[in-house]
């Protein structure tokens, strides 16, 4: 916790990649929840009042649960920093970033197809549609740019 405190940035950031144990699984994320929001205690408990969460959406076998999935981790890192002992009287921010699933050569989803535009774009805005709580920013890579790169 030391270290975490001796750092001047009021925040830390997390990369889960996926909104539910499940897909973590099948990506070999080998982060559950519980890391996470032990992890967030101790960032809390030191001072940070501020975490971003990276995220992947688009991944292979991924379904809207998976993508609920994301906002209800970042209600639970809220909700997490109130039950935190010692956390500061400011109120906390989450921020969201997803990128889109591009598949890379030499990695065990390369031959995997990649969302179409309109799927990248529908799954965007369902999760910005799950996302109700101001202290909750939501950012997301350009769909376009994505596809561009695979």
Known sequence: MDKVASVRASSITFAPEAGTQRLRDVINKNVTKEDLMRSASIAFGAGKEQV???FMSGLPTETYEDIEGIAV???????????????????????ISVSCFVPKPFTPFQWEAQDTLEELYEKQEYLGSQITDRKIKYNHHDAKVSRIEA
């Open 52 to 54: 971003k969460l990276y």
């Open 73 to 95: 981790l970042a209600k639970n890192t809220i909700e997490q920093y109130y039950a935190t002992p010692g956390h500061s009287k400011r109120n906390p921010q989450v921020t």
